[in-house]
Structures are given as C-alpha cells and as structure tokens.
C-alpha cells in the first residue's frame, strides 16, 4: 500500500488546493517540490474564510487572477499508461470576456469504479473518470506515441473507490479557449521538423477544487471492503484495506478527512483535444501530417469478389506488434493472428484454429518487410524480415508467385483483406511512419516476376539485412544447358566507406559440381543495373525460350537504382528472375530474385554501368561492360 499525504492536482495536474480560508486564496499562489500548490501565507486551521459567494467583486476578481494561473491552462500528457503528466508549458489562454463560471459546492462525491487494465486503473486512481480518460485516448498523437514507447498495458480487473468533497468547481469550455503565441509558433516548428514539440495532448475543462480520496484494489480483494456505497469515511485509517491496495489523499486536514457523510453519484471531469483550439489552418496541415504516418502496401486493392469476408486492422494501426501467428493446412495461409503490446488479447482473421507457426518480436524490433508467395486461390505462403536483420522461416507452402510487401522507412502494424473459402484470399498491409531509429529500410523498386511456381523458397536477404552501404561482389554462376546455380558475394562497409569485409551468401540451385562456371566481378564503384536472359515455354519447356530483360527502374523521385541482392525458388536450377531495386546513390540496392522450378533459364547476361555513369536515371548511358552466361 502507499499512502500519499495531501497531494493534489486537477487531471493530471494540480487540482485540490490546501486551504481553509478564502482570503488566503488572494494571495500569490506558491508551487513545492511535490507539485502541492496553495497559497504561500497559508496556515493549517486558519478559519478567516467567507463563502465564494460573499466575496466582493474585487476579491473575486483577485481569486480568478491566481485561479487562471493555476489551473491556466497548461496541458496533460497521457502518453503513459503509468498516469496523465502535467506539462510545463502554458498553452491556452481565455478568450472570452466575461470569467469562467466558478461556483461553490461544498459537498461530497463518490463511487466504485471498476476498471479493466492498467491503464485504466492508474488513471482513474489518480481522479480521471473514464469518459475522460475515453476522450484522451482517441487523440491519434497520443495513441501513436504510446505505441511508440512501446508500453506494455496488462490486463487485471481493479476496483477504485473515488470519494471527492468538492468546494468550488471551474468551468471552462473549449470555445472560450485560444493556443498561445507560443504554442502555435511551436506547432509552427514542429511541422518543419522530423518530431514534435511535447506540450501536452488534452486541457482540461473542469476542475473540481477541494479533498479527495483514492482507494484501488484488486476487484475480487476489493469486494470485501469496498462494496458498501452508502457511507463512506475519508481517514485512511477508517478502511481495512489488504497490502496490494493503492490510497490516495489530496488537499484538505485531518479533522476534514476523518469527516463523515452521506454520498452522491460521481460526477464527470471533460477533457478537450490540445489541437481542438489550434486554428484551421494547423489543424488542416495536422490531419494531412498524421494521414501520412500510415501507409498501405499494396497502395490500391482488387475488386471486391463476389463472396468471402473482408477484414480491416485500420484501428490497430498506431499499435506496437509483439507477435504474429499464422495458421497453414500445408497449401494455405487459413489465419493470421496479430498481438499487440498495449492490448490484452490477439486480433485474428480468418479461420479460429490454434496457430501452428509464429514470430515473436522483443522490444524495439519490427517487421520490416513480407514476402508473400500467392496464386489465384489465395496465400500460399509468407516470410518476415525485421528491423534486427532476423529472416523467419517460410510459413504455408511453396506455391504461387512472390510479392515483397513493405513500405519505405516504416515498420508493420496491421494487416487488411479478404477470407474466401476459408483461405487468406487477398492480403493488404499497413506501415507505420512514427517510428524512428536504424533497421528501417530505404526505397526499394520491384520488377515483374519471370518463371513458374514450383520450388522451394530461399532468401539472401540475411545477408544484406537493412543496411544501404551492402553492395554485389561479384556473382557466380554454373550452366551448361540451363542454369544450374547462382552464388553471390556481398561486400560490406564500415564507418565512412572503410574497412570493407566480404561474404558469400547460400548456393541455390542443382550440384555445386555440374556445369560450367562463370564469375563476375565488379570492381568497387560499379553496380548490376540490368538483367537479361532467356526462359523456356510456359508449356512445352526446353528450347531456346523467350528471351527477357528486366531495366533497373528509377525510384518515384526519378534515381537510378541497382541490384542489391536475390530471393526467390529453388529445386534443380534457376527458373525466374525477380528484381527489387533501390536507389544508387543511397543505397548499392536492388534484388534479383532466382527462381528454381520447372520453367528453366537458359541464358542470363548481367550489365553494369561504366565507371562514369550518373547516378540521374534520366542521364544517358554511354557505354556498359556485359557478362554472358550462356550455353
């Protein structure tokens, strides 16, 4: 139990004041090391006062002077799930012309709340109802950073008995409210920069201004003594409370507090958004910067088919992954279960069997990319790559065709779809953009995919992770009709481009013994920028094939882009092609992707660019040195 003697604040902030008299509220008001705010003459017993309502005009003006100060307006933050957190920052001031509607009501509030988490509990413990507290946490900043801190919310029932003897209540409302100069020149700067300025998240609009007592238990503990509604003491040491429960005293004396008298319902506190007094104009550029936070991957979606179920994780989508779940027959992806750090149980789509795969993430780590391997039936398969360079396994089978799912700089949050016959039919991602630090990849351009379906999935992903300064060696090949397989080394940078370190990734294909072998180095400032081969008949196989090429592509904002690294299938030779590019003058990145199944390449030609070649996709290409592998 912890027992904290005459604190007080209003949400979050200083809200019962230690007085008895009313002339002393005239006076310059005086803040301690405890954040207990009372007037600096006051003395303990002092019985001067008169009623608010006896005061003379001009003592009411001078009690609003130090009122406004006091309760002036600074903002709460409630970000953590511990309790609100006063800001030191004014924020607001009144607008309107005549004083805010103060009166005196002398009498006593309580009741029993039951709460479900933490955060729950640790609010309302501390005077927040949960209407309020409901208000707080709809505010898309606050529930981002949140998420951000990545605090965990556990889920415990608790009960809190709140008792509140009320002397003087303020109100105030949101249109008699302005931001101050400094708050919107500080929402100003915030938006020319990559963070923002922390003053708070909500004002509040209530203040109920007297003693108040706080008592918090688990439920089935607090049944015993807290169940009796109709009287209720305000002295600690009138309850019988267990050691895991949480009391509270806030302003007032020790006569006061071991008064007695009858109850009344509990009456509301309201909160208002910081940003709901922000001009238009702030608004507008808030909403389009917080629209931006979250992006989807792929950015436009199918038509809707004609049955099945869609789902939508829009509303998880500021929350923090801890784990994803999935559950495969062997040829589908059936469910994919989602759990969140700041919510008590999984969010699952699609079908209700226990999962059978899974990928858990510690804190600070996120799934930064998805390869998702599907055929017209739906997903087939999945792997995840994350912020810590970690590869998961292939969930699901080695059917279909693969898609990289990922967005530039953000890390996973949700996912959307459609569940048809039981299956993941379609599979939509949503990326956070809140989340800074290193492991969270640049751009990245994808080509189309060469080849079958058959095969088995492989990834030199680990290899090259997240990092922008991993360049291609050298590659090699054997072949003698087909390709038989593909090695690559990857070469790696430290500190300011020094102290380089090489590494051969995985052999994929048929016998590191069959073939003919070819090798092809590139020297230390030059990049793979196209592919070209030849693949056989969709249907018949063997023959010469159709010949490809697959172009570095330039990114959105016109840079030229090169090969990174490879993924794709493999089972005797290399059979597709697929290429993800990045840009060259961020990062040596672009990936091909071999595939190694039943439609064969017969011919690669890899190019590079010359020593002097732009890194502007749009200048032109002088000359290339090309290396054929080939029969």
Same mark, same amino acid.
């Given at each position: 139990?912890?027992?904290?003697?005459?604190?007080?604040?209003?949400?979050?902030?200083?809200?019962?004041?230690?007085?008895?008299?009313?002339?002393?509220?005239? #006076?310059?008001?005086?803040?301690?090391?405890?954040?207990?705010?009372?007037?600096?003459?006051?003395?303990?017993?002092?019985?001067?006062?008169?009623?608010?309502?006896? &005061?003379?005009?001009?003592?009411?003006?001078?009690?609003?002077?130090?009122?406004?100060?006091?309760?002036?307006?600074?903002?709460?933050?409630?970000?953590?799930?511990?309790?609100?957190?006063?800001?030191?920052?004014?924020?607001?001031?009144?607008?309107?012309?005549?004083?805010?509607?103060?009166?005196?009501?002398?009498?006593?509030?309580?009741?029993?709340?039951?709460?479900?988490?933490?955060? !729950?509990?640790?609010?309302?413990?501390?005077?927040?109802?949960?209407?309020?507290?409901?208000?707080?946490?709809?505010?898309? /900043?606050?529930?981002?950073?949140?998420?951000?801190?990545?605090?965990?919310?556990?889920?415990?029932?608790?009960?809190?008995?709140?008792? &509140?003897?009320?002397?003087?209540?303020?109100?105030?409302?949101?249109?008699?409210?302005?931001?101050?100069?400094?708050?919107?020149?500080?929402?100003?700067?915030?938006?020319?920069?990559?963070?923002?300025?922390?003053?708070?998240?909500?004002?509040?609009?209530?203040?109920?201004?007297?003693?108040?007592?706080?008592?918090?238990?688990?439920?089935?503990?607090?049944?015993?003594?807290?169940?009796?509604?109709?009287?209720?003491?305000?002295?600690?040491?009138?309850?019988?409370?267990?050691?895991?429960?949480?009391?509270?005293? #806030?302003?007032?004396?020790?006569?006061?507090?071991?008064?007695?008298?009858?109850?009344?319902?509990?009456?509301?506190?309201?909160?208002?958004?910081?940003?709901?007094?922000?001009?238009?104009?702030?608004?507008?550029?808030?909403?389009?910067?917080?629209?931006?936070?979250?992006?989807?991957?792929?950015?436009?979606?199918?038509?809707?088919?004609?049955?099945?179920?869609?789902?939508?994780?829009?509303?998880?989508?500021?929350?923090?992954?801890?784990?994803?779940?999935?559950?495969?027959?062997?040829?589908?992806?059936?469910?994919?279960?989602?759990?969140?750090?700041?919510?008590?149980?999984?969010?699952?789509?699609?079908?209700?069997?226990?999962?059978?795969?899974?990928?858990?993430?510690?804190?600070?780590?996120?799934?930064?990319?998805?390869?998702?391997?599907?055929?017209?039936?739906?997903?087939?398969?999945?792997?995840?790559?994350?912020?810590?360079?970690?590869?998961?396994?292939?969930?699901?089978?080695?059917?279909?065709?693969?898609?990289?799912?990922?967005?530039?700089?953000?890390? &996973?949050?949700?996912?959307?779809?459609?569940?048809?016959?039981?299956?993941?039919?379609?599979?939509?991602?949503?990326?956070?953009?809140?989340?800074?630090?290193?492991?969270?990849?640049?751009?990245?351009?994808?080509?189309?995919?060469?080849?079958?379906?058959?095969?088995?999935?492989?990834?030199? /992903?680990?290899?090259?992770?997240?990092?922008?300064?991993?360049?291609?060696?050298?590659?090699?090949?054997?072949?003698?009709?087909?390709?038989?397989?593909? !090695?690559?080394?990857?070469?790696?940078?430290?500190?300011?481009?020094?102290?380089?370190?090489? #590494?051969?990734?995985?052999?994929?294909?048929?016998?590191?013994?069959?073939?003919?072998?070819?090798?092809?180095?590139?020297?230390?400032?030059?990049?793979?920028?196209?592919?070209?081969?030849?693949?056989?008949?969709?249907?018949?196989?063997?023959?010469?094939?159709?010949?490809?090429?697959?172009?570095?592509?330039?990114?959105?904002?016109?840079?030229?882009?090169?090969?990174?690294?490879?993924?794709?299938?493999?089972?005797?030779?290399?059979?597709?092609?697929?290429?993800?590019?990045?840009?060259?003058?961020?990062?040596?990145?672009?990936?091909?992707?071999?595939?190694?199944?039943?439609?064969?390449?017969?011919?690669?030609?890899?190019?590079?660019?010359?020593?002097?070649?732009?890194?502007?996709?749009?200048?032109?290409?002088?000359?290339?040195?090309?290396?054929?592998?080939?029969?």
């Amino acid at each position: 139990m912890e027992g904290n003697q005459n604190r007080s604040r209003h949400h979050g902030q200083p809200r019962g004041h230690r007085r008895s008299s009313w002339g002393s509220w005239a #006076q310059v008001p005086h803040q301690n090391e405890n954040n207990n705010v009372y007037p600096s003459d006051w003395v303990e017993g002092s019985t001067d006062a008169s009623s608010y309502a006896e &005061l003379d005009e001009a003592t009411r003006e001078t009690l609003y002077d130090p009122l406004t100060l006091l309760l002036d307006l600074s903002g709460v933050r409630v970000d953590s799930n511990d309790g609100p957190r006063p800001s030191s920052h004014r924020v607001a001031q009144c607008i309107s012309t005549r004083s805010p509607h103060v009166r005196e009501t002398n009498n006593i509030d309580s009741d029993v709340v039951s709460t479900e988490n933490r955060r !729950e509990t640790n609010y309302v413990h501390k005077g927040w109802s949960l209407s309020a507290l409901s208000t707080s946490d709809k505010s898309p /900043w606050a529930v981002s950073r949140i998420a951000r801190n990545n605090q965990a919310n556990s889920w415990i029932r608790s009960s809190t008995k709140y008792v &509140l003897i009320q002397k003087l209540r303020v109100d105030l409302s949101a249109e008699d409210l302005s931001p101050t100069v400094e708050l919107s020149k500080a929402f100003e700067e915030a938006l020319k920069r990559p963070s923002l300025f922390e003053r708070g998240d909500v004002i509040p609009l209530v203040f109920d201004i007297g003693i108040s007592l706080a008592v918090t238990d688990l439920e089935p503990v607090a049944r015993n003594y807290l169940k009796v509604t109709d009287r209720s003491y305000l002295g600690l040491h009138q309850l019988s409370m267990s050691a895991s429960a949480r009391a509270s005293t #806030q302003g007032g004396d020790p006569t006061t507090l071991q008064s007695e008298d009858n109850v009344k319902e509990w009456l509301r506190r309201p909160v208002t958004h910081l940003t709901t007094i922000l001009s238009k104009e702030l608004q507008f550029r808030l909403n389009e910067l917080h629209r931006s936070l979250v992006t989807y991957c792929p950015v436009t979606t199918k038509a809707i088919t004609s049955d099945g179920t869609s789902f939508d994780g829009t509303s998880h989508v500021h929350n923090t992954i801890s784990k994803i779940a999935f559950y495969s027959d062997g040829y589908y992806i059936k469910s994919i279960s989602v759990k969140y750090t700041t919510e008590g149980s999984p969010v699952t789509y699609g079908s209700n069997k226990t999962p059978n795969n899974e990928v858990t993430l510690t804190a600070g780590e996120y799934v930064t990319d998805i390869i998702l391997w599907k055929d017209q039936k739906g997903v087939c398969g999945l792997q995840l790559n994350t912020s810590k360079g970690i590869t998961s396994q292939h969930f699901g089978s080695d059917g279909g065709t693969p898609t990289v799912m990922r967005s530039s700089g953000g890390c &996973l949050s949700a996912f959307s779809g459609i569940v048809q016959s039981d299956i993941i039919h379609d599979l939509r991602t949503l990326w956070r953009h809140d989340v800074q630090g290193s492991g969270l990849g640049g751009d990245r351009e994808f080509s189309k995919y060469y080849g079958g379906v058959a095969g088995t999935p492989f990834s030199d /992903w680990p290899f090259v992770k997240q990092s922008d300064t991993a360049r291609i060696k050298s590659i090699r090949i054997k072949c003698g009709t087909y390709i038989d397989g593909i !090695e690559v080394t990857y070469e790696y940078f430290g500190p300011g481009g020094r102290d380089t370190k090489s #590494q051969k990734a995985d052999y994929h294909g048929g016998s590191n013994s069959g073939g003919k072998e070819h090798t092809f180095v590139l020297a230390s400032d030059e990049d793979i920028v196209a592919v070209l081969g030849r693949r056989t008949s969709d249907i018949f196989g063997g023959g010469d094939g159709e010949d490809f090429r697959c172009q570095a592509p330039a990114t959105g904002d016109g840079k030229a882009t090169r090969l990174h690294y490879i993924c794709g299938k493999r089972l005797m030779r290399p059979v597709i092609i697929y290429i993800i590019f990045s840009p060259i003058n961020i990062a040596r990145s672009a990936s091909m992707s071999g595939y190694l199944g039943d439609k064969l390449a017969t011919r690669l030609k890899l190019r590079s660019p010359p020593p002097h070649y732009s890194s502007d996709a749009r200048a032109p290409i002088l000359a290339r040195r090309t290396c054929p592998f080939d029969k």
